[in-house]
């Protein structure tokens, strides 16, 4: 597995819209095409997608299927699922599960908003689970409320990163070519071993390819192909692009994937995953402040430090006293990390502001929202225990917005006098504050660091 290039995307838009409108971050992905060229031709497109997700994950080796497995406690499959509903153009999603995963299915589907899903039940193999899929979106099924599609994409589950660019792009392409599917260079040679269990033949790794997810048909075509399946294929067959060359004679158009499209099969992977969504949703960083924007103080310094030790990611300031708008845009723009740094105001007013204002939004429902209440103390003038005691009240606070996917913890900052002490310890707390954002550790929640 070959993880994008750090930080290229950002994650995919929720289901739960803060934008009103579908691929609307699209701006932040690795477009190939431009927004305004590209809408109307994927409008024109009567596109659906099909989503087997009836595996048992057993080279995973933990009980719980891979497709449900959680990832910063949400499962797999509603990453993969974000993913395609970022794509308006695609009308229809049909997921295939197992009827003993129904009902978790149907919970994943409300907890998570997730929009055009439709579901059928799963096939013993995933050549099957595809099928009974195909099926649905065929006309003469009585009551479906699903369309017939020109074009139909196939996409594991399992494969939470694809982007909207390759999916239009297969997508297109299997409109033209009537099959197409996304490709990557191989990582490892392949070769042919006798049955003696010594090499019989190695394959020149240049002139092959891997075959990965999306894969793209005329509906026609594929659908076609599956009828005519025989039994072994649908039992032991791994390449639906060549179930539409060997029955229907269509040669599939190969479409460069990007890096992050491989297949989540190893325990390893989710932790890989796991990293890449992390990577991703620590971004951008928003400085709350509870002062104007002139004031020379403290929390200034800390800001100072902060925006140079990240410098590669978006550091944004607002203050909440403009009735809280420039939020709302930071909000809007998705940003997953707050620093709330409390100067002036007492202890937790302003953090409880932030957190209503956070709880209102939709931002949390589907990545994990860290917050950090940074207060100083400048002990000639306040007594540590007193302050230490009431900046406790924290544990309660956290345990509270954790029911709502908010990470928070507290840092305090010894002020002294002292210039060169002072300098060290906001650098500390800069460290502690940059650690807490990039790994969204749960042991940190309700915790009173520091600095
Ligand atoms: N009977 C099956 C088997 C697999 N799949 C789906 O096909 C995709 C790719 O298959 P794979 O990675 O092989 O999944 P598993 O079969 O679950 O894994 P394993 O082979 O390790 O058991 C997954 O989304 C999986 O859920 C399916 O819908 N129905
Ligand atoms: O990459 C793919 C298509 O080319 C499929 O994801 C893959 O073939 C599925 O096979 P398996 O279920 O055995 O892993």
Not at 69 to 96: F, G, N
Not at 212 to 230: G, R, W
Not at 268 to 289: F, G, T
Not at 325 to 354: A, G, H, P
């Amino acid at each position: 597995m070959e993880p994008g290039p750090p930080g290229a995307t950002r994650p995919a838009e929720p289901g739960p819209r803060l934008h009103g409108e579908c691929g609307a971050d699209l701006a932040a992905s690795a477009s190939l095409l431009s927004r305004a060229e590209a809408e109307p031709q994927r409008r024109a497109l009567a596109v659906a997608a099909v989503l087997p997700a009836g595996g048992s994950g057993e080279r995973m080796g933990v009980p719980t299927p891979k497709q449900f497995c959680p990832i910063l406690e949400r499962p797999l499959i509603s990453y993969t699922l974000q993913a395609l509903e970022r794509a308006c153009w695609i009308k229809d999603i049909v997921v295939a599960v197992t009827a003993e995963n129904m009902e978790a299915m149907e919970g994943i589907i409300r907890r998570y908003q997730h929009k055009r899903i439709s579901l059928v039940e799963a096939g013993v193999t995933r050549h099957r689970s595809i099928f009974n899929g195909l099926k649905a979106l065929a006309q003469d099924q009585p009551d479906s409320k699903l369309s017939r599609p020109e074009v139909v994409i196939i996409h594991d589950a399992v494969r939470p990163f694809v982007e909207e660019d390759v999916l239009f792009q297969v997508a297109a392409a299997a409109k033209e070519h009537g099959a197409a599917g996304a490709i990557r260079p191989l990582v490892s040679t392949v070769i042919s071993p006798s049955p003696d269990g010594c090499l019989d033949h190695s394959l020149e790794r240049a002139r092959h390819r891997a075959s990965e997810m999306p894969q793209a048909f005329l509906y026609d075509v594929i659908y076609a192909a599956y009828q005519q399946c025989s039994d072994y294929d649908l039992e032991f067959g791994t390449e639906c692009l060549q179930l539409a060359l060997k029955y229907c004679h269509v040669k599939a158009k190969l479409v460069e994937g990007s890096p992050d499209l491989w297949k989540v099969t190893y325990k390893r992977d989710l932790y890989a995953a796991e990293s890449i969504i992390k990577e991703r949703i620590s971004q951008q960083i928003c400085i709350v402040m509870d002062t104007k924007e002139d004031e020379e103080h403290v929390g200034r310094h800390l800001e100072e430090m902060l925006k140079n030790e990240l410098n590669h990611l978006k550091v944004t300031s607002v203050t909440l006293c403009h009735a809280g708008r420039d939020l709302q845009q930071v909000i809007l723009e998705q940003c997953y990390s707050f620093v709330c740094v409390n100067v002036m105001t007492s202890e937790f007013e302003e953090t409880q502001k932030l957190l209503n204002t956070l709880k209102e939004s939709n931002l949390s429902i589907l990545y994990p929202v860290v917050v950090i209440s940074v207060h100083f103390l400048d002990y000639k003038s306040v007594p540590v225990d007193q302050k230490m005691e009431n900046l406790m009240q924290i544990r309660e606070l956290a345990k509270e917005v954790k029911k709502r996917n908010i990470l928070l913890c507290g840092l305090l900052i010894f002020y002294p006098q002292d210039k060169q002490k002072l300098q060290e310890s906001v650098r500390q707390g800069a460290t502690i504050i940059t650690t807490f954002i990039k790994e969204r550790n749960s042991g940190f929640i309700g915790q009173l660091l520091v600095a």
